[in-house]
């Protein structure tokens, strides 16, 4: 199976609802990594997938292939599992 990446902020308004999705999903058994970009490690990968707002979701596949993003938006929840029905197995 592949992974769901996650980037916020501490001030962003629309970041807690995405991280409370993470929860959710992994509450589900998807694996959900979580970067702040109020740090080091946050920033750093942000920088590799050139992420420019937040929050923003990655959804790779197993071979770490971006399979879908959202960037500086809030996909629903729906949304988010019909990707991860369709490419992430």
Known sequence: MGLIKIFTKA????????????MVLKKEGVPVL??????VEGLGEASFYS???????VIEDEE???V??????????QEVRRYLLRGIS
């Open 34 to 39: 979580n970067y702040d970009l109020d740090t």
């Open 11 to 22: 001030h962003c308004p629309k970041c807690p609802a995405v991280k409370e999705m993470g």
């Open 51 to 57: 992420i420019l707002a937040t929050p923003s979701i």
């Open 68 to 77: 879908v993003s959202w960037r500086g938006v809030v996909p629903s929840l």
């Open 64 to 66: 770490e292939r971006e």
